[in-house]
């Protein structure tokens, strides 16, 4: 196993940069997941690793090997590059049934018929597709076509798997499904698997490491709890998460050597001490305060430090309950914020006031300007 390595990879399309100046270490036996909206970049960049898209500029390694160095007008083809694709559509031949679409790699390679007979069935055992051999596509469920799909690719033992959205046309069910299969896969042979998605729950459950995209560039690269929990912007904090986060202006100041924050015109927060040397004594500064709606804490009954709201709307799930609210202040009363509660929470009706608090250690602030994670 190596590493993956970009230095400045660029790509555009007419006035579009797809791809803008990426530079990028992907880990050997990692799980890496692309994650943004629609057209930021990630699938430009995946077919780019593949050798189905040329940079205009920019370096790719993988370990020692080059595959991309525009300066030296050198791209290696993506025959050469033992990578496996799956696509969102799994192109499956229709002609073929499981056995021939998943054999057909290791004929191209001129592999002994023993040899492909006993690797099929030794892979198709491994993804319970045992059975299946004879059956052609359009017989087989969406997630059985997406389990021939990988098998397809497994087979040939490639060096890297590579998968774009590939669970996007199956309902919630199967998509549980095929994260777990996904998951035991890379845990069983710790192959370098890179993941394109827009589905934060997705890229959180599946990955080593997620590299948040928009507009073609990489806005943070880090571990799934600290892209969820230390978001480097205000963009990565607003894209993840479902429901997305809180955000509230604030204002930060430094009195008497502490600093706090006030929220709603008002209401002052206390800060750790780790910010005292940020600002000047009466020095201030805009800020956004960002809290998921785990970290947003709600009482029945007034509290010491509770600000009041008005619970605007509620959405039962079970196992938890999230609470919609808006302020009583005239000027904050369209902002809504959210709530997660443990299903044992006392009832609530709606427009009921309840009492919403926040601790220094469960929020992040932003520049409100530069919008980059200023704390913690």
Not at 354 to 365: A, D, G
């Amino acid at each position: 196993m190596t590493r993956i390595s970009m230095k400045g990879i660029s790509k555009t399309f007419g006035n579009v940069k797809a791809v803008d100046n990426v530079s990028l270490e992907i880990e050997s036996g990692s799980f890496t997941t692309f994650l943004g909206p629609s057209g930021c970049g990630k699938t430009t960049l995946l077919r780019i690793i593949t050798g189905l898209e040329e940079p205009d500029r920019g370096q790719l390694y993988h370990g020692d090997k080059v595959f991309v160095d525009t300066d030296r007008g050198f791209i290696l083809p993506a025959r050469e590059r033992s990578m496996g694709l799956v696509f969102q559509s799994y192109a499956l031949w229709p002609h073929m049934t499981v056995y021939e679409n998943v054999a057909y790699g290791l004929r191209v390679k001129k592999v002994s018929n023993n040899e492909i007979k006993k690797r099929v069935l030794d892979i198709l055992d491994k993804l319970q597709m045992k059975g299946l051999e004879e059956r052609y596509p359009n017989e087989l469920s969406g997630g059985q076509q997406q389990r021939v799909a990988l098998a397809r690719m497994l087979i040939i033992d490639p060096k890297v798997l590579l998968l774009d959205e590939p669970l996007s046309n199956l309902d919630a069910k199967l998509r549980m499904t095929m994260r777990a299969e996904l998951k035991r896969l890379h845990s069983s042979t710790n192959m370098n698997i890179i993941y394109v998605t827009h589905d934060q729950i997705e890229a959180m459950s599946l990955s080593t490491h997620i590299a948040v995209m928009k507009d073609g560039k990489i806005q943070q690269y880090d571990s799934p709890q600290n892209v969820y929990s230390r978001s480097a912007n205000l963009f990565v904090a607003d894209f993840m998460g479902n429901p997305s986060v809180n955000l509230l202006e604030g204002e930060i100041e430094k009195k008497e050597g502490r600093c706090t924050v006030r929220i709603l015109g008002k209401y002052d927060l206390a800060l750790p001490d780790n910010l005292s040397s940020r600002l000047r004594e009466g020095q201030k500064e805009k800020v956004i305060m960002a809290v998921s709606p785990e970290n947003t804490r709600v009482a029945t009954n007034k509290t010491r430090n509770g600000i009041p709201a008005r619970v605007y709307a509620l959405f039962d799930f079970g196992s938890d309950i999230y609470i919609n609210m808006n302020f009583f202040e005239e000027n904050f009363q369209k902002t809504l914020i959210i709530a997660r509660v443990d299903k044992d929470f006392p009832s609530l009706q709606l427009d009921e006031t309840i009492y919403i608090e926040f601790s220094s250690r469960s929020f992040n602030l932003y520049n409100q300007e530069s919008e980059l994670l200023i704390l913690p």
